[in-house]
């Protein structure tokens, strides 16, 4: 099994879950704003707890990936892949070469998403970043499956009740809602 890094991660910051859905949640009064700011604190917090729970980032983002040598199929470790930007590996010289995207296939299942390489090619030897997948990746607003939305809604409102210290940091509902999604390994 080859071993994939995930080398950087840029975060879109989009809302895959509104104010006033939380708020309705919550059983706060839209009309009240003083809460407002903290609500939206918890809201960030939950989704970044969801993806550090699942391992891979929940909001859409755009991750590079790096791999030591060639392999026709590359696992990503993060899903789902909605695109692949680009595919570039450095050859037996070193020279960074594009793959076009005539020579590879992306494959995406619910639990594994992957790319084949359909035509062979040497990579520099002993180079762990022999080849850089950039990838987009994660969910938007209207992608988002249900179960994470309602993992997200229970961390928050976990939070919005306890605000304090507790015995218990973790919510045993959102686990179970974001397992399906979790990236083992």
Same mark, same amino acid.
């Given at each position: 099994?080859?071993?994939?890094?995930?080398?950087?991660?840029?975060?879109?910051?989009?809302?895959?879950?509104? $104010?006033?859905?939380?708020?309705? !949640?919550?059983?706060?009064?839209?009309?009240?704003?003083?809460?407002?700011?903290?609500? &939206?604190?918890?809201?960030?917090?939950?989704?970044?707890?969801?993806? &550090?729970?699942?391992?891979?980032?929940?909001?859409?983002?755009?991750?590079?990936?790096?791999?030591?040598?060639?392999?026709?199929?590359?696992?990503?470790?993060?899903?789902?892949?909605?695109?692949?930007?680009?595919?570039?590996?450095?050859?037996?010289?070193?020279?960074?070469?594009?793959?076009?995207?005539?020579?590879?296939?992306?494959?995406?299942?619910? !639990?594994?998403?992957?790319?084949?390489?359909?035509?062979?090619?040497?990579? &520099?030897?002993?180079?762990?970043?022999?080849?850089?997948?950039?990838? &987009?990746?994660?969910?938007?607003?209207?992608?988002?499956?249900?179960?994470?939305?309602?993992?997200? $809604? $229970?961390?928050?409102?976990?939070?919005?009740?306890?605000?304090?210290?507790?015995?218990?940091?973790?919510?045993?509902?959102?686990?179970?809602?974001?397992?399906?999604?979790?990236?083992?390994?």
């Amino acid at each position: 099994m080859l071993n994939y890094t995930v080398v950087e991660a840029i975060v879109e910051s989009i809302d895959l879950v509104t $104010l006033d859905e939380v708020k309705d !949640h919550l059983r706060v009064s839209k009309d009240i704003d003083l809460e407002d700011e903290i609500i &939206q604190v918890y809201i960030e917090a939950a989704v970044d707890s969801a993806s &550090q729970y699942i391992g891979a980032p929940v909001n859409s983002s755009t991750v590079v990936i790096n791999a030591p040598c060639y392999s026709n199929k590359i696992v990503f470790p993060v899903r789902p892949v909605t695109a692949i930007t680009s595919i570039n590996y450095a050859n037996k010289e070193g020279v960074n070469t594009p793959l076009e995207a005539a020579e590879y296939k992306a494959v995406n299942y619910r !639990h594994e998403n992957k790319v084949i390489l359909l035509n062979a090619f040497d990579t &520099q030897p002993d180079n762990e970043e022999a080849i850089t997948i950039t990838v &987009q990746c994660g969910y938007t607003a209207e992608t988002l499956p249900g179960s994470i939305r309602r993992a997200i $809604l $229970l961390e928050i409102a976990d939070m919005y009740t306890y605000r304090e210290d507790r015995k218990e940091i973790t919510n045993k509902a959102s686990e179970a809602a974001l397992r399906p999604y979790r990236i083992y390994g």
